[in-house]
T-cell receptor, first 109, second 112 residues
Framework: KNEVEQSPQNLTAQEGEFITINCSYSVGISALHWLQQHPGGGIVSLFMLSSGKKKHGRLIATINIQEKHSSLHITASHPRDSAVYIC???????????FGTGTRLTIIP | DVKVTQSSRYLVKRTGEKVFLECVQDMDHENMFWYRQDPGLGLRLIYFSYDVKMKEKGDIPEGYSVSREKKERFSLILESASTNQTSMYLCASATDFGNTIYFGEGSWLTVV
């Protein structure tokens, strides 16, 4: 069993739809990262959160530490949101991140 | 604007060649990382460095070495490239994992 699992692996939606991507983890964490990777490779950090909820524009990230689960939501999705979304968790006591394998999101106009 | 810069975006090398991938960050971060990304496997940590001249092995260090002579620069070295090292390599830096991690644009390496 992977230490960090994301679902779904692939998601296609129409422009304007509400999007949810889930991340479940089995390792202990101090903070969880949500990352965005566009075609071409570069990765951008969207959120780092250790409790509750964070919002940035149309993006909302939530985390439930007890249930070891986080979600990334996108409201009013747009084709430019098409990307791979990756969650990553650090291990207690060291600087290593374990990554999920990513969710490929495609928003159709 | 913060920056992690990887010197080469696309490289094609022959089996057995020595390959250097360079990464420079301008944020005075202590921690720097090299990952490789392969389809279906996600990002895997090769090496990381938490200070100048300090390094630690990640999950897949075999076939790689690193150098960090200056705080801003972290180099990944493939001593003798092999075809199974064909991959996309990502460099990253961070102050610590309580804060944001910044990634470079990636280096696509093909070993033929």
């Amino acid at each position: 069993k992977n230490e960090v699992e994301q679902s779904p692996q692939n998601l296609t939606a129409q422009e304007g739809e509400f999007i949810t991507i889930n991340c479940s983890y089995s390792v202990g964490i101090s903070a969880l990262h949500w990352l965005q990777q566009h075609p071409g490779g570069g990765i951008v950090s969207l959120f780092m959160l250790s409790s509750g909820k964070k919002k940035h524009g149309r993006l909302i990230a939530t985390i439930n530490i007890q249930e070891k689960h986080s979600s990334l939501h996108i409201t009013a999705s747009h084709p430019r949101d098409s990307a791979v979304y990756i969650c990553a968790v650090p291990h207690f006591g060291n600087e290593k991140l374990t990554f999920g394998t990513g969710t490929r999101l495609t928003i159709i106009p | 604007d913060v920056k992690v810069t990887q010197s080469s975006r696309y490289l094609v090398k022959r089996t057995g060649e020595k390959v250097f991938l360079e990464c420079v960050q301008d944020m005075d971060h202590e921690n720097m990382f090299w990952y490789r990304q392969d389809p279906g496997l996600g990002l895997r940590l090769i090496y990381f460095s938490y200070d100048v001249k300090m390094k630690e092995k990640g999950d897949i260090p075999e076939g790689y070495s690193v150098s960090r002579e200056k705080k801003e620069r972290f180099s990944l070295i493939l001593e003798s490239a092999s075809t199974n090292q064909t991959s996309m390599y990502l460099c990253a830096s961070a102050t610590d994992f309580g804060n944001t991690i910044y990634f470079g644009e990636g280096s696509w390496l093909t070993v033929v």
